[in-house]
């Protein structure tokens, strides 16, 4: 069985956000309403001597998610591919998925008015396609693939670029891998900026 991951070279992020408005346009998120996928902007350092990161962020797809253990009624759940995602029917809304990430991947859609966060475009994964992000990137700083599979490009590539997953001491194990991402171990993720949102 397949374990899908997405490897994100922060040198090839441009910050142009296509990845963020691609993603909200297929899944029909209004702007104002939250987003599936975030630009985290991160400056360290004192002028003239700043170093500044942009880089995507979205549910990082853990093994071992804390959203599905603390969901009341099973909304949120790991498909048989291993890709986590929401049953919009199951969900109520009571918000215990979105304070359980660590991440601050997840919200509550305005839309809908149930939770949300990315799932890989799991409807496009289904038909043979990559996540809308990966193919909306211009920069071409995003790879998916199977980690399971060590003869991957993603597997490849996360061995060869030595990339790194956010904040390992979380321990959720995340599927979302960064490469060339040189900041210090305990910046925040939050304060993301958003695209329309």
């Known amino acids: 069985m397949a374990r899908y ?3 994100i070279d922060v040198f090839k992020c441009l ?31 004192e002028f003239p001597n700043l170093k500044r990161w942009l880089f995507p962020v979205s549910c990082m797809q853990c093994d071992k998610a804390p959203c599905i253990s603390v969901c009341p009624t099973g909304a949120t759940f790991r498909r048989k591919d291993g890709i986590i995602t929401i049953n919009i029917e199951k969900c109520i809304a009571c918000g215990k998925c979105v ?8 919200y509550i859609n305005l839309n809908t ?14 038909k043979g396609l990559v996540p809308y992000c990966v193919e909306t990137c211009p920069g071409e700083a995003m790879v998916f693939g199977d980690l399971s599979n060590p003869n991957s490009r993603i597997s490849r590539i996360i061995k ?9 001491e979380f321990n959720t194990k995340p599927k979302l891998y ?15 900026v958003n695209a329309g949102s």
């Open 160 to 168: 060869e670029k030595k990339a790194n997953v956010l904040k390992p």
């Open 15 to 45: 910050g142009c956000y296509s990845c963020v408005v691609g993603c909200k346009n297929w899944h029909k998120i209004k702007p104002g309403t939250g987003s599936r996928r975030n630009i985290m902007d991160i400056t360290e350092g």
């Open 178 to 192: 960064y490469a060339n991402l040189h900041i210090k171990k305990d910046f925040q993720i939050k304060g993301s």
């Open 113 to 126: 008015g149930k939770a949300d966060g990315c799932d890989f475009c799991s409807d496009r994964l289904d």
């Open 5 to 7: 991951g997405l490897y």
């Open 99 to 106: 304070d359980a990430c660590p991440y601050n991947a997840r």
